[in-house]
């Protein structure tokens, strides 16, 4: 087995995101992990922001679509873990999630990535990306059942994260790049011990899941 500083290494992560292999037993590809850590970082910084400056909140109502009813007993590496375990959904298509996150947030400068708000973001962001990158893709039904909302929520969330980032949907290849070597810098450099508390993590949820249920029965979580 590798070492886990070779599994976090930013040879490995490039290697996934240009090479990954679709085979059903294929391990989930380290740009999740690096993902779910940078989501985390930013969360717990905007948390902090609000938490001494309450002017910091988002006021902007057309955002609030994307908050939860409760704030979801789920981290955000079993969220994506999750994803990626029902739609197999490829390395790229988070890379590109990632850019839409981006854009999103310069868009709407007063929106903050918060629990309340994360995983209706992420499905949103990863359903639009896997369209704009796949051929073929699962219909929005199916995205919603595995993101734990109704049909009808999703199919809004995605109506109003087009128009809140303005339909930027189109990614060039040195746009792709620069957002792969940020991530890159995120193992090398800032997050290799977060990165790596989360692929610990992903080993103790496919542990549980080897006893559970079939590949293409979705447990259900609502969101």
């Not at 609030?64 to 704030?71: G, L, S, T």
């Not at 992420?122 to 919603?144: G, Q």
Request: glycine share 4%.
């Amino acid at each position: 087995m590798a070492s886990s500083a070779l599994a976090i290494s930013p040879r490995r992560l490039r290697s996934d995101v240009y090479c990954y292999s679709y085979e059903d037993d294929s391990n989930t590809p380290l740009v999740v992990n690096v993902l779910a850590s940078l989501i985390e970082r930013s969360m717990a910084r905007n948390e902090r922001i609000t938490k001494n400056c309450r002017w910091a909140l988002s006021k902007d109502s057309r955002t609030r679509v994307f908050d939860c009813h409760e704030v979801p007993d789920m981290t955000i590496q079993s969220y994506l873990e999750r994803i990626f375990r029902y739609t197999r959904a490829g390395p790229s298509i988070y890379v590109v999630a990632y850019v839409y996150i981006d854009r999103f947030c310069q868009s709407n400068p007063e929106f903050r990535i918060s629990s309340a708000n994360v995983h209706r973001l992420l499905i949103t962001s990863i359903m639009v990306a896997s369209k704009y990158v796949e051929d073929m893709n699962y219909r929005n039904s199916y995205f919603a059942r595995v993101g734990g909302l109704t049909t009808e929520e999703l199919n809004s969330m995605e109506l109003d994260f087009l128009f809140l980032m303005g339909f930027k949907l189109h990614v060039n290849v040195s746009v792709f790049e620069s957002y792969c070597c940020h991530l890159e810098r995120e193992v090398s450099i800032g997050g290799g011990y977060h990165i790596e508390r989360t692929l610990r993590c992903a080993e103790e949820i496919k542990a549980r899941q080897r006893g559970g249920r079939g590949y293409y029965q979705i447990a259900r979580v609502m969101l």
